[in-house]
């Protein structure tokens, strides 16, 4: 059997097998889940039992004004201030609106009384009602029919629509195209992160348990560096897999128990719609049919055959610097002065990348997308406003030239650094490691 | 007939040079000691044999072939520093270090059940690196290095970290390997391990062989002529009238009428020329040549360098 295989194969194995890979992999979609699920299922539960609240109202400015909904049935009192407090804790009524007459002719305090905490939307909900009233008198004094302003607002709908050099027209989102990209540029530095972090442990591992020794006596250095950067991969790949399809699984099972009403309203549906549903709404007709546009503008084939290749180019090009900086120390404090160069055009990637998604097209977006450093982290994020073929071709045979760069400089950093131990290296060194023979 | 033949290997490091022109040969089936100070460059020869780095002049032969990838499987290399996988078990690691090395897998499961037999150690099949101790782990570690059944082995300091008893176990190990037709080269500071069980050494110091033989001859060569005779019976006292070409060098009463003496004697003289003058002064118990022993060959050779050395 190959021995780089078999190291992968070890590599993979022991880090699969860990209790700590597999409850990450579980709890990682459930966490993931109950983010979204929770809300959702608080708000059902909170609609159980209908809230009374009266309203002392000393100003009679807002009469009639609140409205029952399906949560509060107001009811309008004229009592004592103090037996009304009574009835409260008696539990007569579950809240008191207490409106006291106004210092300056205008109303603009009130006060709710509870015995237990009052609810946020109960106090929003009362605070929008009389600010409207008091916006209303204050416009009518001034000779302004309310009205009029209402029917001045309106909502713009502007559609986006692309060209393409077949004539053809697409609708597109550009809330969708700025999701997308900013989500899987994310998910690969986070990926390129964690695990080449995970490769320079390893490796920082391997030194200092003295077993390196044994093993470049069986293996060639640069043998066993390839074994455990592509058996990470591996890791990485099971367990972004396994979390794609836990999350998928548990959405299913969601949706399945509470309906696909339930399902429109997670706040991952909403942003797939780029913010244009309230939460409270039922998806109807009309946005389901919009989801399937939305669904249909967007060139999956391209985002997810370039996301792969981003990830694991990306990462190889990453994950042999790391290993380089594991085999340069001697313990994990002693890696911050090299991991900041190596970190910084990520970080710097992620950071532009807001930048990136106003102006994808412009030449600071295209120069970063080219740099293989940085390529893999803004290439994604311009993806789904498209980007010629061309480009795309140039960056990812660029990343890969990139990444047997690295692998090859790593390759020579290791091979010296693995068996070098006690000394406190510098650039300088390693520079001298790099033109050994 | 020469397992290994290594001709004026040359290793420098950026500020100092490791090996300066080292040629050694080491008899097929023998145990060569390679021996010197911390630092005189021992390792860096050890490593380019495992070839873990290469030397920058000179040729390495293995059984009359210049050294190459595919004999890595016909090494087995104990480092000074031991290391193992602390979290792997210690079964699984065995099979994977064995498998490295080109053994098949069913082939070394069968072969590490013999070991850990011999070793009395199976109950530790299934536990973890990290759960031994010490003396445990350095166990595990020798079987790892013999696994492949190399046909050259070499062992940096065996020794250290076992308690006299499994010191014991190990030198009969490596003694039945050698029967069995290993050759092995062995790197240590402990000299008496070396009279024990070297057939052959060779001392290097600063990157420099300054000696080389079998141990036999070594310490022939450098004898002082020194010889110790036990006494007993005493009858009356010699030493103004030991012959021509003998002095005296020490005397030690022991008890009423024993003693035991250290002489010289000047090269040309014969040993038995001096058994037959003592022959009336007592009944003579024990006669025997001082060799110097490789200890104080060692310290004798290094210090005449004028070498600071530190064992």
């Known amino acids: 059997m190959n021995k780089t295989l078999l190291i992968l194969q070890r590599e993979y194995l022991t880090r699969v097998k860990k209790p700590s890979f597999i409850i990450m992999t579980f709890l990682g979609p459930l966490l993931m889940a109950m983010l979204m699920i929770v809300p959702v299922f608080l708000a059902t539960l909170s609609d159980s039992g209908i809230k009374k609240v009266a309203v002392l109202d000393e100003t009679d400015w807002f009469t009639g004004k609140f409205e029952n909904d399906e949560n509060y049935i107001y009811t309008y009192v004229n009592e004592n201030l ?69 029917s001045s607002k309106t909502n713009i709908n502007i559609q986006t629509i692309k060209l393409e050099n077949d004539g053809k027209e697409s609708k597109s989102y550009t809330e969708v195209d700025v999701a997308l990209g900013l989500i899987t540029s994310i998910l690969i530095y986070f990926f390129i992160f964690m695990f080449g972090a995970l490769v320079m442990r390893g490796v920082i591992e391997e030194k200092t348990s003295r077993i390196i020794e044994v093993m470049v006596s069986s293996v060639r250095p640069f043998q066993l560096m390839m074994g455990k950067i592509t058996g990470i991969a591996l890791v990485g790949l099971t367990q972004f897999l396994l979390w794609v399809l836990l999350t998928l699984g548990i959405y299913s099972i969601f949706a399945l128990i509470f309906g696909p009403e339930a399902v429109s309203q997670l706040p991952v549906g909403n942003n797939m719609m780029g913010q244009s549903l309230d939460s409270g709404q039922i998806a109807n007709n009309a946005q389901i049919n919009e989801i399937f546009e939305v669904i249909h503008s967007i060139n999956f084939g391209v985002i997810i055959f370039s996301f792969l290749i981003y990830f694991i180019g990306g990462y190889l090009l990453y994950a042999a610097l790391f290993a380089a900086i594991g085999s340069a120390v001697d313990n994990e404090a002693d890696t911050q002065q090299f991991m900041l160069p190596v970190s910084i055009p990520l970080i710097l990637g992620i950071i532009l990348s807001n930048f990136i998604v106003n102006n994808p097209d412009g030449s600071v977006a295209f120069w970063l997308s080219m740099i293989p450093l940085t390529s893999p982290v803004i290439m994604m994020v311009r993806i789904p406003f498209g980007v010629p073929y061309w480009e795309i071709a140039l960056s990812m045979a660029l990343l890969i030239m990139g990444f047997i760069f690295t692998t090859w400089l790593a390759a020579k950093i290791y091979r010296t650094g693995i068996l070098m131990y006690g000394k406190k290296v510098n650039y300088k060194e390693l520079w001298k490691w790099i033109r050994y023979q | ?77 104990l480092p000074e520093e031991r290391g193992l996988y602390k979290k792997m078990k210690v079964g699984e690691q065995a099979l994977y270090l064995a498998q490295l090395k080109g053994v098949d897998k069913k082939v070394a499961e069968k072969r590490l059940k013999l070991w850990f037999e011999r070793f009395e150690i199976m109950g530790w099949w299934n536990r973890k690196v990290e759960e031994l101790s010490k003396g445990m782990q350095q166990k595990i570690q020798f079987v790892v290095t013999v696994i492949h059944e190399p046909k050259l082995l070499i062992f940096d300091e065996p020794f250290s970290g076992f308690d006299p008893i499994n010191v014991n176990i190990l030198k009969e190990e490596i003694l039945r390997l050698r029967q069995e037709g290993a050759t092995i080269i062995f790197s240590t500071h402990n000299m008496s391990s070396v009279e024990e069980l070297c057939d052959n050494i060779a001392l290097i110091n600063n990157g420099n062989k300054i000696l080389e033989g079998s141990v036999r001859d070594i310490r022939q060569q450098y004898r002082t002529n020194t010889f110790e005779v036990h006494l007993s019976n005493v009858s009356s006292f010699f030493d103004e009238a030991l012959p021509n070409g003998f002095h005296l060098i020490s005397k030690t009463a022991s008890g009423s009428d024993e003693m035991n003496v250290l ?41 005449s360098q004028n070498i600071k050395i530190s064992i």
């Open chain 1, 82 to 150: 103090d037996s009304l407090k009574a009835k409260v804790l008696k539990g007569d009524y579950n809240t008191l609106v207490y409106i006291p007459e106004p210092e300056l002719n205008i109303p603009v305090n009130a006060m709710l009384f509870n015995a237990k905490q009052a609810s946020l939307s109960l106090k929003s909900s009362i605070r929008n009602t009389i600010k409207t009233e008091v916006e209303n008198r204050k416009l009518l004094s001034s000779g302004i029919d309310p009205e009029v302003i209402k």
């Open chain 2, 1 to 77: 007939m020469q397992f290994i033949q290594i001709q004026e290997v040359t290793k420098a490091y950026a500020n100092h040079l490791a090996l300066n022109k080292v040629s050694l040969s080491v008899p097929k089936q023998t145990i060569y000691g390679l021996l010197g100070p911390n630092g005189a460059g021992k390792t860096s020869l050890i490593r380019i044999i495992n070839q873990i780095t290469a030397p920058d002049s000179g040729q390495v032969f293995i059984d009359g072939e210049l050294l190459h990838a595919k004999h890595i499987a016909h090494i087995g290399y």
């Open chain 2, 263 to 303: 002489i010289q004697c000047d090269p040309h003289v014969k040993a038995n020329d001096l058994l037959s003058f003592l022959l009336p002064f007592g009944q003579i118990v024990s006669y025997k040549e001082l060799l110097p022993s490789m200890h104080d060959i060692f310290i004798q050779q290094i210090e």
